[in-house]
């Protein structure tokens, strides 16, 4: 395995994780409704939606033509 | 003590006890709760300056992007390293957001090893951010406008993570002074909602250069 | 506690309008840095008066290098400098600050029954980026200003002398400076107006104020960024702008005119809020259409963010997108001819009471609206490829912005002048003095237009002997409103020796910010008052309660002056 094969599978694992506490942490949020806490609500699901982009970097779904070193 | 604003009748301003004290902080929290989005806001808009400036200096030579510098083709960014350090940076936010949870629970053991977690994590990505600097050939922050666009607002984005890791130690010295109560932590919130954004910052960045 | 009669609307944040930090004692914390908001704002007037003299001196330079068709005075060189510095120190270090930072801290907070701003020191170092930047500005003379004009044009301004670099330090300052103020504003009038005063009970100068802000915190961000690419590209060399290496100059078009579109709107909208102070005073009548008077300022700030690209139909931009930017652009003007509309039905049937302020705000209709109307031509793509670069440009903007924004101005500081020293100023040399500069500036101006139409390009040092009359004929009247501005200053001087005592409210004002003695005490009002309705109901008994504290009024300190305000 090379470097870039193990920065993906870290990556992938993490990804998944993250995501996982993400939306954990994003229900808990849910039911407040502070400006605070709105603004959490946008923040935390944006960050999931990176831990999609990182996923779907890590099967060279994007970019288009596979990236990557 | 614990009066809560919102059930809380106009009568009750006549007393000056903690009453009082409790509305005042909530309210005063409430301002400088706004005033500080109102400033993420206006960093975002300079983020998303620069964003237009990528974008607008990308089309002007489409479709050879990255760009034909002297004659040959710069590589593209190192994606699967990248994908690495996001996932570090993203993970630094989730762990804030338990950090702050944890200390509303007044779980303060909690609360500091997640802070730490957040603070290595952070001190991670921007050595991550080094590592991809020395790799990334694409001639340097001067050399062309890919080099231009990509160390101008990444190296932006770095100097406001490391500004927030600064942010998130001095919080966390607070914490161990005593600064905060499990109701008055309105510095842990706004260090927060700053990590954050930064993080959501990174999802836009990290698309915008190496998945695009 | 604010007093609160039955029945009465109470804003849910009444326990912080009534703390105050307590009054300082020593002379520096008192009117070096302090952090009351009049204070402030009357700091924010001197320093901005100073500028004006000096960006003001800079116009008269001109002006006589124009006297001549060969130049009379100056080198090519030096003359590109003089203009460039005369237009950067106006925009950002006069009537921005003087709108913003100098009205809007006076007068906004007591208009809405507060005490002070939401962030009194961010106020403080607000307040003192300014001056700091401005002497950034105009040091930029000493190592050679800048001298692309104000906007700066990359790549002129790429191969600028070393003060560009100056000049990008100091407008990226004013520029942190204004985004705290808007953002401090706009916390203020959101979170802090006293009991009862719904927005739509809110003043027309606060609502101003009010869709000044985003302007204030959003457009000036963009501006930085480009500043600083700007500043980048000059020392470090790194390509944004330069298109022999691969940037582009209208790059640098569409991120300054992304701001400064929106920057000429945050240049009238408090102007405007002026205007609609002291129309209805001194017509004594209610404000005409309050309601769309207050939205269409709000409108205006919006619509702002989407027509910068009427300043480059003819630098190559993508041809379909001129269209949109026309047609958008024209739409603005009917929300600005909504406000002309209301202002002029508000004089109409009044008792006109022919005061100095109220003669500024007519003239400011006049002129304005003269501007408006220019401004509507050069939005029309083919008019505008004939006057872009010429002297009509020049004309339409001096015509907004003088005959609009320093216009208001002059009204405002009229107006309030009483409030903020407790002195009159002389009533007849006011009105000498509306009447040389609405003479001067209209003989100055309009000729350009002419000039334009003829075909005279903006921001050369010298030209065609054809057009001399008309130019020696400007500069001739540009001395006229010279000769204004030195008797405006004379005026004031006068007042604050000679002035009669005003007191609390000279022009039968109905606004809060009348209702307490002049100069205003430290912390305002004495008591909160309640607001029960929109203020411009003249002949109806005033809509506030709880103003026994009102001037006069003997009442023990405010209460909980030194309250202690937890900060975490
Ligand atoms: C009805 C409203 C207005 C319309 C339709 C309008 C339209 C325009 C257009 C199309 C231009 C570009 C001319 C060119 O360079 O070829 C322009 C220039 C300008 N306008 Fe306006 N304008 C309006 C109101 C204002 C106001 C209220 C202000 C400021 C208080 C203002 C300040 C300026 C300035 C400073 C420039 C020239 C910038 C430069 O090239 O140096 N305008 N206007
Ligand atoms: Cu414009």
Redesign the pocket.
């Known amino acids: 395995m090379d470097l870039a094969t193990i920065e993906k599978v870290v990556a992938f694992v993490g990804a998944l994780i993250v995501f996982a506490f993400a939306l954990v942490g994003l229900r808990g949020e849910w039911p407040k409704n502070g400006l605070d806490d709105n603004v959490t609500k946008v923040l935390l699901g944006l960050m999931a939606f990176g831990c999609v982009l990182v996923v779907l970097a890590c099967f060279g779904v994007l970019p288009h033509g596979g990236g990557g070193a | 003590m614990a009066v809560s604003v919102a059930t809380h009748g106009h009568d009750a301003h006549d007393d000056h006890g903690g009453h009082d004290d409790d509305i005042i902080y909530q309210e005063t929290r409430d301002m400088r709760l706004m005033g500080f989005v109102l400033f993420l806001v206006s960093d975002v808009v300079l983020f998303s300056s620069y964003i237009f400036a990528y974008i607008y200096l990308r089309n002007s030579i489409q479709p050879n992007w990255p760009p034909i510098v002297d004659g040959h083709q710069l590589p593209r960014l190192d994606t699967a390293f990248a994908a690495f350090n996001s996932v570090v940076l993203f993970g630094s936010g989730v762990t804030m957001h338990y950090a702050l949870e944890s200390w509303k629970h007044a779980n303060k053991g909690r609360f500091n090893l997640f802070m730490w977690l957040t603070i290595f994590l952070g001190l991670d990505f921007l050595g991550g951010q080094g590592y991809e600097y020395a790799h990334a050939q694409i001639g340097g922050w001067s050399g062309n406008i890919f080099g231009a666009s990509f160390f101008t607002l990444t190296g932006m984005h770095g100097i406001h993570v490391f500004l927030g890791v600064c942010f998130l130690f001095a919080l966390w010295l607070q914490t161990q002074r005593g600064v905060y109560t499990e109701h008055r932590f309105f510095g842990l919130t706004a260090g927060t909602l700053y990590w954050h954004f930064v993080d959501v910052i990174w999802v836009v960045l990290f698309f915008l250069f190496y998945l695009w | 506690m604010a007093t609160v009669a039955p029945g009465v609307p109470t804003g849910p944040y009444h326990a912080v309008l009534d703390h105050i930090h307590p009054e300082p004692t020593s002379f520096i914390r008192k009117y070096v840095f302090s952090i009351d908001a009049k204070v402030i704002g009357i700091q924010y007037m001197i320093t901005g008066g100073i500028f004006f003299v000096i960006a003001g001196l800079l116009a008269e330079i001109i002006r006589t290098q124009l006297l001549s068709p060969h130049g009379a005075i100056l080198s090519a060189a030096t003359y590109n400098s003089v203009y460039s510095m005369h ?1 950067s120190a106006m925009v950002w270090f006069v009537v921005i600050p003087l709108l913003t930072g100098a009205f809007g801290n006076f007068v906004m907070p007591m208009q809405i029954g507060a005490r002070d701003v939401a962030f009194p020191w961010l106020n403080l170092v607000a307040f003192w980026i300014f001056p700091v930047a401005g002497v950034i500005l105009f040091s930029s003379f000493l190592v050679g200003a800048p001298d692309a ?3 700066e044009y990359p790549p002129i301004s790429l191969q600028g002398p070393p003060g560009t670099n100056l000049w990008c330090i100091a407008v990226f300052l004013i520029g942190i400076s204004s985004t705290m103020t808007g953002i401090n504003f706009l916390v203020t009038i959101y979170k802090m107006r006293a009991p009862g005063m719904t927005f739509t009970r809110m003043p027309l100068f606060v609502w101003a104020q009010f869709a000044t802000t985003p302007l204030l915190f959003i457009a000036t961000t963009a501006l930085g960024a480009a500043l600083a690419a700007l500043f980048i590209e000059r020392v470090f060399g790194v390509p944004f702008y330069d298109p022999k290496r691969g940037g582009s100059p209208v790059l640098w078009q569409h991120m300054f005119w992304f701001y ?1 579109h929106p920057a ?2 945050i ?2 909208i408090p102007g405007f809020g002026i205007i609609s102070e002291v129309l209805p005073t001194f017509a004594r009548k209610p404000i005409f259409g309050y309601k769309m008077i207050a939205f269409s300022s709000v409108a205006i700030s919006l619509l702002s963010f989407s027509v910068w690209a ?2 480059m ?2 630098s190559g931009m993508v041809p379909w997108l001129q269209l949109p930017f026309m047609i958008i ?2 739409v ?2 009917i929300p ?1 001819g909504v406000k002309i509309f209301s202002w002029m039905a508000t004089l109409w049937g009044g008792s006109i009471n022919w005061k100095t302020p109220l003669l500024y705000a007519t003239g400011f209709l006049i002129t304005f609206t003269y ?2 109307l220019t ?2 031509f ?2 029309a793509v083919p008019l ?1 490829y004939h ?3 010429t002297y009509f ?1 020049v004309a ?2 001096h015509y ?2 003088y005959g ?2 320093i216009m208001s101005l002059f009204a405002g500081i009229y107006y309030w002048w009483p409030k903020m020293t407790g002195r009159m100023y002389n009533e007849k040399l006011g009105q000498l003095q509306f009447w040389l500069t609405f003479i001067g500036f209209n003989a100055t101006f309009t000729p350009m237009h002419w000039l334009g139409l003829l075909g005279m390009p903006r921001r050369v040092a010298t030209y065609d002997p054809q057009f001399q009359f008309w130019n020696q004929f400007a500069s001739i009247s540009s001395y006229v409103m010279a000769l204004g501005t030195v008797l405006f200053f004379y005026i004031l001087f006068d007042s604050i020796r000679n002035g009669k005592k005003s007191g609390p409210n000279p022009w039968g004002a109905r606004t809060l910010e009348w209702m307490v003695s002049s100069p205003p005490p430290y912390y305002n009002f004495k008591k909160i008052p309640a607001v029960l309705a929109a203020p411009y109901d003249f002949g109806n008994p005033l809509p506030y309660l709880g103003l026994e504290a009102a001037p006069g009024a003997t009442e023990a300190t405010p209460t909980s002056a030194s309250h202690p305000v937890p900060t975490y």
Do not use: K
Request: overall charge negative; cysteine-free; glycine content about 20%.
């Open positions: 237009g004009g104000w906007t400064s000429v709107y240049m009238i009427h300043h139909f003819t652009t024209m603005i003007a600005t501007g408006g401004g509507f050069l939005a505008d006057e872009h670069g440009v339409h903007f907004v912005l609009g924004s």
